[in-house]
Structure formats: C-alpha cells, structure tokens
C-alpha cells in the first residue's frame, strides 16, 4: 500500500525557515518525481516544486523560486522542502504527492499535509 | 501563468449528471492531453480522478469521466450521489518550468 506522510509544519515568523519532510513508501521510490503542492485557507490548490527520481533535476514554481529548496533522500525515502525568507502569503498546508508518471503529469498518492503557518 | 478558470460552484440533484468546466489556454489545456482532475472532500487530501484527460485511475467508479474540446476540459459525473459532495480541481501541464498549473477549485453540492 502507497503511504505519502508530510512532517515539519508550524507556526514561523516572517523572514524565518522551516523545513518540511515527506516519508514515502509502498514503492519503488527511486522511480518516481515527487512534488509538493500547497493550499491557503480557503483557497485552491498551488504548485510549489518538483523533484525528479534521482533528485537531480528540480522544479519551482516562480513564486518560491529562490526561497525554497526541494531535495531527496532516496536511502530514507524522504524528500524534504527547505522554505526560507517566508513570508505571511507562504502560510498554507502542503501536501506531498507522487508523480504517476512524468509522461502523464497527474498526482496519483497525496499525504494529508502539514501546516505552515507564516505570523507574527 | 494565470491559474485555470472553473466555476465557482455547481449543484445537482441525486442521480443526475452534472459537468464541470475548466478552461485554460492553447499554452496548456488547448495543447496537452495532460489534464487530471482532483476530488476533495473538506479537511481531507486531494484525490486523483482523471488523468491525462480520460483516463480513470483503478478504484474509481465509472460515473466519473472526462473530456476536452480545444482549450476547455470537461469532467462529468453522471448518477450524482450524497458522497459525490466535494471540491474539484483540475490541472493541466503548461511547459517544462511550470509543470502544473491549477484551476481555482468547483464545489459540487448534491441536493
């Protein structure tokens, strides 16, 4: 069974970090991108970065270009969102999610998020 | 990029069919047959629906379909039910630096 957990949200101040985590498992992790989409309250759904199999190729929406860093651990089945310089608009939950397969593009195994809240 | 635009809200009553819109751009939906869509019930995670714009993923009940036709994509769910109730977001692919592009969420009410 396909499992997608989130970790690591809470209550940041402006101009702070956080670094949010995602532990995957149920299958063949290395095979397969990764993203992370995220959603404010009461809002819809965002895009925030991707990441390949091997974590070699990486993906930011422009909105977190430069703030946040996605990576891999492929020995621990994790991958992990590095946000830093949040800003109060950044408060929202994310949620990780498997990529079916790059060539379809659609999110088939989402976690149930965690949330980031940006305040002071 | 602008996010896709859907209604705001549908609503049907048990048993009918209702069709909720998504409309993009040729940069995207009008390009790519690489349109999912998303079921969301409140306080829980995305589901995927439809992808690559037809497409049922194994569990999901065939009363759910798609479709597209120039920049707009279609879902459908046909024999509405009380559980049918949720949110709905499509997606489609837009280039190699913006992979996903979001429309802005339909609530489904069942009368």
């Known amino acids: 069974e396909v499992q997608v957990l989130e970790s690591g949200g809470n209550l940041v101040q402006p101009g702070g970090s956080l670094r949010l985590s995602c532990a995957a498992s149920g299958f063949t992790f290395t095979s397969y991108a990764m993203t992370w989409v995220r959603q404010a309250p009461g809002k819809g759904l965002e895009w925030v970065s991707a990441i390949s199999g091997s974590g070699g190729t990486t993906y930011y929406a422009e909105s977190v270009e430069g703030r946040f860093t996605i990576s891999r651990d492929n020995s621990k089945n994790t991958v992990f969102l590095q946000m830093n310089s949040l800003r109060a608009e950044d408060t929202a939950v994310y949620y990780c999610?498997?990529?079916?397969?790059?060539?379809?593009?659609?999110?088939?195994?989402w976690g149930q998020g965690t949330l980031v809240t940006v305040s002071s | 990029q602008s996010a896709l635009t859907q209604p705001a809200s549908v609503s049907g009553s048990p048993g009918q069919s209702i069709t909720i819109s998504c409309t993009g751009t040729?940069?995207?939906?009008?390009?790519?047959?690489?349109v999912s869509w998303y079921q969301q019930h409140p306080g829980k995670a995305p589901k995927l629906m439809i992808y690559e714009v037809s497409k049922r993923p194994s569990g999901v009940s065939d009363r759910f379909s798609g479709s597209k036709s120039g920049n707009t994509a279609s879902l459908t769910i046909s024999g509405l039910q009380a559980e049918d109730e949720a949110d709905y977001f499509c997606?489609?692919?837009?280039?190699?630096?913006?992979?996903?592009?979001f429309g802005g969420g339909t609530k489904l009410t069942v009368l």
């Open positions: 999610a498997k990529v079916t397969t790059w060539g379809s593009r659609s999110l088939d195994y």
């Open positions: 997606c489609s692919y837009a280039s190699s630096s913006n992979p996903w592009v």
């Open positions: 040729s940069a995207d939906v009008g390009t790519y047959n690489l």
